[in-house]
């Protein structure tokens, strides 16, 4: 649930994005026999920052600040019934080696304890599954806005294919064919929090 994490699902995400003739509102590829497809005859390509688009689009950020603090609050809740659970089996122990506890006072209060492990393993499966779902539901949204946003963008551009350049996945290119700033650009200004989105990016 940590940063990195959230960053690599994201970037695992935008690393699949190329649109092939953006003229249409979703990128498809042509399945047409070899000789029924036509080569364009100038091939325009460009590339976008992964890295940059992370740090830079507004609705990263804004995604990635709800995602840490729900990470957080669930740490900080399966941390505190952890800690319960801890003591309560210190403090049982402690009392049976001080014989305080019949036979089956033991065995009630063990099973008991029992109960309140499998119940907090539980727990933190729902958690992590609900967690989960978050972030894919975060990724989706990421891939459709930065797809939507490119169709539209690509219909007066008209590249044959624009690329995503995460680390070193592209051995090289050239700067000249870098539209990273422009595309952060559109994307920032086509951006409009949900309600939602903006009451929870704004509670401290």
């Known amino acids: 649930m940590k940063k990195t994490i959230l960053k690599t699902s994201a970037v695992a995400v935008l690393a699949m994005l190329a649109l092939a003739s953006c003229n249409k509102s979703n ?18 390509i460009a590339y976008v920052e992964v890295d940059s688009i992370m740090s830079q689009y507004k609705f990263c950020k804004d995604y990635s600040q709800i995602l840490q603090k729900k990470g957080q609050n669930i740490q900080n809740t399966l941390g505190f019934k952890q800690q319960q ?16 506890y019949t036979r089956e006072q033991a065995e009630a209060i063990q099973a008991g304890l029992q109960r309140q492990n499998s119940d907090l393993q539980a727990l933190n499966q729902r958690l992590s599954s609900e967690f989960q779902t978050e972030t894919d539901k975060y990724n989706k949204a990421l891939r459709d806005s930065i797809q939507n946003f490119l169709a539209k963008y690509n219909k007066d551009k008209k590249y044959t294919l624009i690329l995503s350049k995460a680390g070193d996945n592209l051995l090289y290119a050239d700067k000249a064919y870098d539209i990273t700033s422009e595309v952060i650009a559109g994307l920032n200004k086509a951006y409009k929090p949900a309600p939602a989105m903006k009451a929870a990016t704004e509670k401290k």
Request: no cysteine; net charge neutral; charged share 25%.
């Open 85 to 100: 659970l801890q003591a309560a089996a210190a403090n049982f122990q402690q009392k049976v080696q001080q014989n305080a």
């Open 27 to 44: 990128p498809q590829v042509d399945e047409k026999s070899g000789n029924d497809q036509k080569a364009p005859t100038e091939l325009k």
